[in-house]
């Protein structure tokens, strides 16, 4: 293939052809190699003898030295992989070809322009294509195109000042930076917004806690050891006496023995039934959904064969000069400063020493003034001044806080006030209690009987717990095979002390309340 226009050049001198014939030049393009054409023009492809160019042409020959490289490409001087790498930077000969291949498909576009051709390749090659998107440049390329030298002479006016703007931009430092100014200004008018996120000061590393929502939930413990917690907002209110919703599906056979609510957030100290504590983190729980049986409580508390958690105390209740008061089934009573649970080990601590055969049943925080309130299983309940139940160590037996007759047991433990105007919430297993206020409950001394709290009939059965309640407080209350019902106090009547109550929640025939929490309700 020829590698410029001088075999069509001499043929014309030799009068072989005149500027213009049509037909077979038997000379090879030197662009694209087609042997058909006129003379100084191949159809195949568009390519002009550079040296037959007009005004017009010539001006935009001149008009930057780019074109001259690009007539060079056109010309194949050099191999056009070649000089696409050095005037694009390419490295490699696949993107060389690649961008060629890119300059291909607009020369394909334009079938009988060789300089539209060189404008849109000078415009890839300057990474503007905005320039050549604007209707108007298009419509100067058709006009190229047609012959008509005025659109072509506008084209080169514009591409040149285009040029000289840019060309001015990257050389001055303050002027690339007002261009930067200008269009950041641009993107803020347009993409502005309200900040959604808050700048603070870092408070050191991020924790699991950090990065876990605080919300309420609701931990079930059954007698198997298996542990979930569950959103308290999984359950609505319902009112008072219904049967309430599946709050565990149970193994056969298993039942559950221990509910509480806590925040996500909150590091609970846990106490069993037989006296030892173990310290846990809330959200440490298996979050589960409301049927879940969950998962095995091994890996969390490392509780031994018939131990159950009796109670729980929230860390963050704890104050200065504060205690953990607690009681066992047989009536013994334990206050110990509560700064001696605070370094708990993973396999637990000691928490109070038991007498063979009893077991913890309660644990309350109180300041040293607080007045106790323990009730019996049988419906019967004394109060009186803790301090006359004086503080001992960690691991210690207690002193006696209630008399109990023949066959009656400790169900709870409360911690009150002169002029406390909560009421005493009682719940019995049959699902019946009752709302009493904490004043009609006279302080007496210490070990006594006490005095009748509700009666324990065949209806109601004997009493499970007994908690401390506002009017506005929700109640958490669960049967052993997993039917959860939440309420609020203010559905309970408030009545006398001596009375049997209403029906709480109404449970299946060989079914029990195994245990009642309260919560305060948010209503931020």
């Not at 009681?327 to 637990?348: F, Q, W």
């Not at 066959?407 to 009682?426: N, P, Q």
């Not at 009987?449 to 009939?457: F, N, Q, R, V």
């Amino acid at each position: 293939m020829s590698d410029d226009w001088s075999p069509w050049r001499e043929r014309e001198s030799a009068g072989e052809w005149n500027r213009g014939d049509a037909g077979e030049s038997g000379i090879d393009c030197p662009a694209c190699g087609a042997d058909t054409g006129y003379v100084h023009k191949c159809v195949a492809c568009g390519l002009v003898d550079p040296a037959d160019h007009d005004e017009g042409s010539h001006d935009l020959e001149t008009s930057h030295p780019a074109f001259g490289q690009l007539k060079q490409c056109v010309k194949k001087s050099e191999p056009r992989t070649a000089l696409a790498m050095r005037m694009r930077g390419l490295r490699t000969v696949a993107q060389a070809e690649a961008w060629l291949d890119a300059a291909d498909d607009l020369h394909a576009a334009m079938t009988s322009s060789t300089w539209a051709l060189l404008v849109k390749t000078w415009l890839r090659l300057r990474d503007e294509p905005d320039a050549f998107d604007e209707p108007a440049a298009l419509r100067q390329l058709v006009g190229a195109e047609n012959g008509r030298d005025e659109p072509r002479r506008h084209l080169v006016s514009y591409l040149a000042g285009r040029i000289e703007r840019l060309e001015e931009i990257l050389s001055e430092e303050s002027e690339l930076l007002g261009v930067i100014v200008e269009e950041l200004r641009e993107i803020r008018e347009e993409y502005a917004n309200e900040r959604r996120t808050r700048v603070i000061e870092s408070t050191g590393e991020v924790t699991d806690e950090d990065l876990i929502p605080e919300e309420d939930v609701v931990v079930v413990l059954s007698e198997e050891d298996y542990i979930k917690r569950t959103p308290v907002e999984t359950f609505r209110t319902q009112h008072r006496g219904g049967k309430g919703i599946i709050g565990a599906d149970l193994k056969e056979g298993d039942r559950v023995s221990t509910v509480f609510t806590a925040s996500t957030h909150d590091y609970l100290l846990c106490f069993t039934n037989q006296g030892k504590v173990y310290q846990l983190k809330t959200y440490q729980i298996p979050e589960m959904s409301r049927t879940a049986r969950g998962q095995s409580a091994v890996n969390l508390l490392d509780l031994d064969d018939g131990e159950d958690l009796t109670a729980v105390v929230n860390t963050d209740d704890f104050g200065e000069e504060e205690y953990l008061t607690m009681v066992t089934r047989n009536g013994t009573v334990k206050r110990t400063p509560a700064t001696e649970y605070e370094d708990v080990l993973s396999t637990g601590i000691i928490g109070i020493r038991l007498e063979h055969g009893d077991e913890l049943v309660d644990v309350e925080v109180t300041d040293g003034e607080s007045d106790l309130v323990i009730a019996s299983e049988h419906g019967m309940a004394i109060r009186f001044d803790e301090a006359e139940a004086r503080s001992t160590g960690r691991a210690t037996k207690g002193v006696n806080g209630i008399k109990l007759r023949d066959g009656d047991a400790v169900a709870g433990l409360v911690a009150t006030h002169e002029g406390d105007e909560r009421a005493l919430f009682t719940v019995t297993e049959n699902g019946y209690g009752k709302r009493t206020p904490l004043t009609e409950y006279r302080p007496q001394s210490r070990y006594g009987y006490g005095l009748t709290d509700i009666k324990t009939d065949e209806r109601n059965g004997n009493v499970v717990t007994v908690k401390a309640v506002t009017e506005d407080d929700h109640l958490v209350a669960m049967s052993e095979s997993g039917q959860i019902l939440r309420t609020v106090a203010g559905e309970v009547s408030t009545v006398g002390r001596n009375t049997k109550g209403v029906k709480i929640m109404d449970v299946e025939d060989g079914d029990h309340v195994a245990a009642v929490d309260v919560f305060a309700r948010d209503d931020e």
